[in-house]
């Protein structure tokens, strides 16, 4: 069938999307049928199309339905179905001429006419350029513990307004592709070129380049969805939190209502949504905590080639110059010295972002190659404020020489491999305890990660609640005391900042003492900039003081004293549990620390569901918690968790204590409330996990 550049009107709706439908394979009679029609709605409402109009009459490839639904599809469109290939094809489309394209592709990794999605490798080339090669979206999307791929390229214009997708299955192998999208680009994306850093008078063309977003990120906001960006170009921006290095979090910003977030002529909302622009990162309040840290995130790219990093800023906290001055290093390479938003736009409010390139080498270490963004004040201008910000950031691979973008398919950890082992050799002959366990939890497998998410949930569910699993914890009675603020004073050394061990929105936390030296505290003294009012304090004070237990960190004073609202703690001389199980300084912690901690703190917190602080308060979770719940929940839905066990107790769980583990964790982490199990069953979980535990300590 001849093909009509209008039928597409590509110009009004700037979206032009292929869907590769069942319909364009049946021939003759038209079933009716719903879900074959031409056109299919995905669950953002957008219209998908019918494929087979792009491919020659000759064409030999054939459509086929995925023979499982993964949960975490957002839609059933366009994953559901996908066009095979077993031999060379290629996809025509008419685009607007002396247009940059946006060229995003689906995955989903399913059986597809009996073929096994382990063995598809295939190589997608656009225009010319090498956009995948031998690529294995089944090996990828394992090694990312998604259900899913979706990858997205920007192409160079043409004269002539040809896009031509051609899909080569490696040799011996089939392709298969669930998704096209087509975009036309507005032109003020990639105008200018980015400056290479290292090399400042070999600017990176990117107006001939074709390039592939690799992140999109927005900075110390919220997810972003394709029907919420900005100038409909439907793109996707991620929360930041989970690139960030280290403990070192900074806070979080928001413009909120009385600033106005303005596009310039420089800066059109073709750039980045205002949700981008409206939330921030910043370093924290403090001057010499901030001056002794770098606000860094790291990303894991493939080795030997260019990529842009488009830094997105706009200052919404301060208005004149020299208030907020840092430098930007990418790479551990200054690129950027003495950025001051301000200085840059005139005013606040107004976005501007910048872009730099930088070649990764092959840096031949375990973990691949990384970029590194990271900030840090500037003190030589002696601004007001010793900090940093950034609103958001964009990663895009450019192509190499050679036109290729295509990196390798990513290495199956050694952690997976064991882990694969590890289940076949259990698998043939268990012991009846064994098998009913298996037959029970439905064979899987689970992660410590789902520990501590279980943990920083149900911590996340009370207020300021800080739990503590080791069973020695000093339990100190009697009523809440309240301390002079030279106590206090006195007890961290005038808040001296090498005492601090904790920071956060709400201030700082300190290392102290108490009664002249005798007594170890933890002493939060909040920022006076902080939300928190002088009632919120006194609420948190009159709640904390009435919980007692020996799982659950005691609140021993407060001081109330010119103006400063201070919280005296019990203090964990081990340190937070989030350190010992993300820092890797500390020893890792055994499994069975681990249950006995989850143990622990579910008796805190059985204790304050039916002793005490009263039904669990609803709160968010923080985005980060939400990430990793999400993350495990997948892995656990799809019984390939291997990834996510620490690496440092591969091979040291009884597998069966994992898998009620898991289970128990799933239930706690479910949708709805009716749905989760009550303290005391999660306990009762723990408790027999523990003592499977034991009992393979003793067999062994
Ligand atoms: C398929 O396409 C690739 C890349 O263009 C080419 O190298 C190969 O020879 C083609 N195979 C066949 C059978 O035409
Ligand atoms: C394709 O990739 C797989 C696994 O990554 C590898 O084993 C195979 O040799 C590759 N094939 C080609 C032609 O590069
Ligand atoms: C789009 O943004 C609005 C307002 O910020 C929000 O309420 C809505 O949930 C968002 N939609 C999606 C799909 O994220
Ligand atoms: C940057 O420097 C840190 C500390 O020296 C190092 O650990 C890290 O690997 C470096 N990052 C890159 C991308 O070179
Ligand atoms: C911040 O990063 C730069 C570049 O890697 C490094 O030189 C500097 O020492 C770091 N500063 C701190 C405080 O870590
Ligand atoms: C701070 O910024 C100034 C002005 O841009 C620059 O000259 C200086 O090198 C920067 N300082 C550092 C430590 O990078
Ligand atoms: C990307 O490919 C194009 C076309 O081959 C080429 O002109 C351009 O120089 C390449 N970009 C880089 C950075 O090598
Ligand atoms: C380009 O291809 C040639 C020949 O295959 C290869 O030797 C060269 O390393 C490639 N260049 C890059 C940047 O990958
Ligand atoms: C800290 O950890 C060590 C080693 O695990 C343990 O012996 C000690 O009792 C812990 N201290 C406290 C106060 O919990």
Redesign the pocket.
């Known amino acids: 069938m001849a093909f009509k550049v209008s039928d597409f009107d590509y110009l009004v709706n700037l979206l032009l999307v292929a869907y590769l439908n069942k319909m364009s394979t049946v021939s003759g009679k038209a079933t009716l049928e719903p879900q074959k029609s031409h056109n299919a709605i995905d669950s953002d409402g957008r219209k998908w199309n019918s494929d087979g109009n792009f491919l020659s009459p000759s064409d030999n490839s054939t459509i086929s339905e995925a023979l499982s639904r993964d949960p975490s599809l957002p839609s059933t469109v366009p994953y559901m179905n996908a066009r095979i290939f077993t031999s060379n094809s290629s996809y025509k489309f008419i685009v607007p001429p002396r247009t940059r394209i946006w060229l995003r592709l689906h995955f989903y990794p399913s059986r597809y006419n009996d073929l096994d999605p382990s063995k598809a490798y295939f190589s997608v080339i656009g225009n010319g350029f090498t956009l995948l090669n031998n690529f294995s979206v089944f090996i990828t999307a394992k090694a990312l513990t998604q259900a899913y791929i979706a990858r997205e390229f920007s192409l160079p214009p043409v004269e002539t307004g040809d896009l031509d997708v051609a899909i080569v299955p490696s040799e011996g192998s089939h392709a298969f592709i669930n998704g096209i999208e087509v975009i036309p680009m507005p032109d003020d994306l990639f105008r200018h070129p980015a400056a290479l850093v290292g090399y400042s008078d070999h600017p990176v063309d990117l107006h001939s380049s074709s390039l592939q977003t690799m992140f999109r990120i927005n900075v110390g906001g919220q997810f972003i969805a394709p029907n919420n960006d900005s100038g409909g170009l439907t793109r996707t921006w991620f929360d930041d939190s989970p690139y960030l290095l280290g403990a070192a979090f900074g806070v979080t910003s928001d413009a909120g209502k009385n600033i106005r977030i303005r596009y310039s002529k420089d800066v059109t909302e073709d750039i980045a949504p205002l949700n981008v622009y409206s939330t921030a990162r910043t370093m924290g309040p403090d001057p010499n905590v901030n ?4 606000l ?1 995130w790291v990303f894991r790219v493939d080795p030997g080639f260019i990529y842009v990093v488009r830094l997105h800023f706009c200052e919404f906290d301060f208005n004149k110059v020299n208030q907020r001055v840092f430098d930007i ?1 990418v790479n ?3 690129v950027q010295s003495g950025a001051d938003i301000i200085a840059w736009v005139g005013s606040q409010g107004l976005p501007i972002y910048k872009d730099y390139a930088i070649h990764v080498e092959d840096q031949s270490r375990a973990s691949g190659s990384e970029i ?1 963004v ?1 900030l ?1 004040p500037n003190a030589s201008t002696n601004p007001e404020h010793y900090d940093a910000i950034l609103n958001g950031l964009e990663v895009f691979k450019v192509n190499d020489t050679n036109a290729t973008l295509a990196g390798l398919n990513p290495e199956p950890s050694a952690m997976l491999v064991n882990a694969e082992e590890h289940e076949k050799e259990l698998s043939p002959s268990r012991s009846s305890l064994g098998r009913l366990l298996c037959r029970v939890a439905g064979g899987i497998f689970c992660c410590v990660t789902v520990a501590a998410i279980f943990v920083f949930i149900r911590r996340k569910t009370n207020y300021w609640l800080v739990i503590n699993g080791d069973s020695h914890t000093l339990t100190i009675g009697g009523h809440c005391r309240r301390f002079a603020l030279w106590e206090i004073k006195q007890g961290t050394n005038n808040f001296d900042e090498s005492k601090v061990i904790g920071i956060g929105g709400f201030g700082k936390v300190y290392k102290g003492t108490i009664d002249f030296g005798t007594t170890k505290v933890a002493i939060k003294r909040s920022n006076p900039n902080s939300h928190q009012g002088v009632k919120e304090f006194h609420t948190e004070i009159q709640m904390l003081s009435k919980l007692r237990h020996q799982h659950l960190v005691s609140l021993i004073g407060f001081c109330e004293e010119n103006g400063e609202m201070i919280l005296v703690y019990d203090y964990m001389a081990n340190g937070t549990l989030r350190e010992h199980l993300y820092n890797t300084d500390k020893t890792p912690l055994p499994w069975k620390k681990r249950l006995e901690i989850a143990i622990g703190a579910a008796k805190g917190l059985h204790y304050l569901h039916t002793g005490a602080a009263k039904p669990p308060l609803k709160r968010n979770l923080c985005r980060e918690q939400v990430c990793l719940v999400d993350w495990a929940l997948h892995c656990l839905r799809k019984g390939n968790v291997h990834e996510i066990i620490d690496p440092c107790l591969m091979g040291k769980v009884n597998p069966w204590c994992l898998e009620i583990f898991a289970e128990a964790a799933q239930k706690c982490v479910s949708d709805r409330g009716s749905d989760r199990p009550s303290m005391g069953d999660v306990l009762r979980n723990l408790e027999f996990c523990l003592q499977l535990e034991e009992y393979t300590d003793i067999q062994l």
């Open positions: 001056w002794n840290y770098n860094t290093f551990n390479q200054t590194w990271a840090h």
